[in-house]
Nanobody, 125 residues
Framework: QVQLVESGGGMVQAGGSLRLSCAAS????????MGWFRQSPGKEREFVAA????????YYADSVKGRFTISRDNAKTTVYLQMNSLKPEDTAVYFC??????????????????WGQGTQVTVSS
């Protein structure tokens, strides 16, 4: 089992920055990938960013490319999402996710086995 706890959400003005954290505990050594997804009211949960647990590869949604950065600490216990140049359309609940198995569909939410509880990000215009 793997437990994920997000933090760092909040309210910020457009153009501002936030850094989300996802603290992972449990059998993290068996993980293949970590991802961030977001969900706005009335919309489906959508992919934001992901990385292989080794840190070798990162992936981003087109809507956040160049503004958001996914990374992890050297101890491999915390994954971060640095969000810069935030826009009102980035407003959502952000979820951290972990996947156990190798996959070429790392941007697909169904390949992830564990999820955090989510943290709210609100960007005002």
């Amino acid at each position: 089992q793997v437990q994920l706890v997000e933090s760092g959400g909040g309210m910020v003005q457009a153009g501002g920055s936030l850094r989300l954290s996802c603290a992972a505990s449990g059998r993290t050594s068996s993980m293949y990938a970590m991802g961030w997804f977001r969900q706005s009211p009335g919309k489906e949960r959508e992919f934001v960013a992901a990385m292989t647990w080794s840190g070798a590869n990162t992936y981003y949604a087109d809507s956040v490319k160049g503004r958001f950065t996914i990374s992890r600490d050297n101890a491999k216990t915390t994954v971060y999402l640095q969000m810069n140049s935030l826009k009102p359309e980035d407003t959502a609940v952000y979820f951290c996710a972990a996947g156990r198995h190798f996959t070429v569909q790392i941007t697909t939410r169904t390949v992830y086995d564990y999820w955090g509880q989510g943290t709210q990000v609100t960007v005002s215009s």
